[in-house]
């Protein structure tokens, strides 16, 4: 026997994979409140970029072009740097703002055919926090291609930047630090 629907319980389906979906398409970029009610979606946030996003942003475009003086500029005195890595634990580096900047110029050069270049792939802000996503690509003089993903979490206050927590793939940049000490070692006769 065939059971007679009124058509409430599909419509009610329909919703909830209807909010399903959204929260699927939500990600990091949506907000959403307790009701499941969209406040703010990925695209309207992209097209009004808060502070700390247009900081972070800045701060990849003056890395890719190792614009030292423009860094200088937007890291508030108290910068901190980290790189949040567990394994290997050498890798796990705190950088203050000197120090940040004096690793940025060692990297103009040799080795380096292509420096990492950077491409932002997303991105998302909330007042003081900014999250950015990228891909990065550089070449060694030798032909080494270093091919990594980054996320970086900013803090900013008045105008500037204070901290970026950077998450990488760890194994990617271990094999780049094995090349390079391969390629170091004096070649036999």
Known sequence: MKKQTDGSNDAA?????????????????????????????????????????????????????????????????????????????????RWDRQKFLGTVKSTAGAPWKKPVIMTIKSEFGAGDRAVIETEGYSELDDGYVYANVYCFNFWTEGGKIKAIHDYCCTHTAVLLGQHMREAAKPKAP
């Open 13 to 93: 389906k329909a919703s909830l994979i209807d909010r399903r979906a959204a929260l699927t398409r939500a990600g990091m970029g949506l907000l959403v409140a307790g009701t499941g009610v969209v406040l703010a979606t990925r695209a309207a946030r992209a097209a009004e970029p808060t502070d700390s996003v247009a900081l972070g942003r800045r701060w990849i475009e003056s890395l890719n072009r190792r614009d030292e003086a423009d860094l200088h500029a937007i890291l508030s005195d108290n910068f901190l740097y980290s790189a949040m890595v567990r394994n290997p634990p050498e890798m796990a580096m």
